[in-house]
């Protein structure tokens, strides 16, 4: 998957108690919101809400997220101004 935007490498919004959120992942119903990345290691960090109601912080490989976008409509939103993750999440009605 190719991200253009510069975002936080993994680990450094660790201690923010609302990191910020760069880019957004839709794909059938859920969600991901990331907020750091390792582009070497292909893997992300950030909100996952994959039902309405069972969202949780965590890890999110972006090769399974390439996996999904063969078998189903993926849309992937680089923010143009990151937004606080508890901002995100009301606006996107995740809480």
């Not at 190719?2 to 969600?31: F, H, S, T, W």
Request: charge should be negative; proline fraction near 3%.
């Amino acid at each position: 998957m190719i991200i253009k935007r510069k975002m936080p490498v993994l680990y450094e919004q660790e201690e923010v108690n609302d990191p910020l959120v760069y880019i957004v992942i839709m794909c059938e119903g859920a969600v991901w919101l990331l907020t750091e990345l390792d582009k070497e290691k292909e893997l992300a960090f950030g909100w996952a809400e994959l039902f309405q109601g069972g969202g949780e912080l965590g890890y999110i490989s972006l090769a399974e997220i390439e996996e999904l976008k063969r078998k189903y409509h993926v849309e992937v939103h680089e923010l143009d101004e990151p937004k606080k993750l508890s901002r995100l999440k009301k606006e996107m009605h995740l809480e």
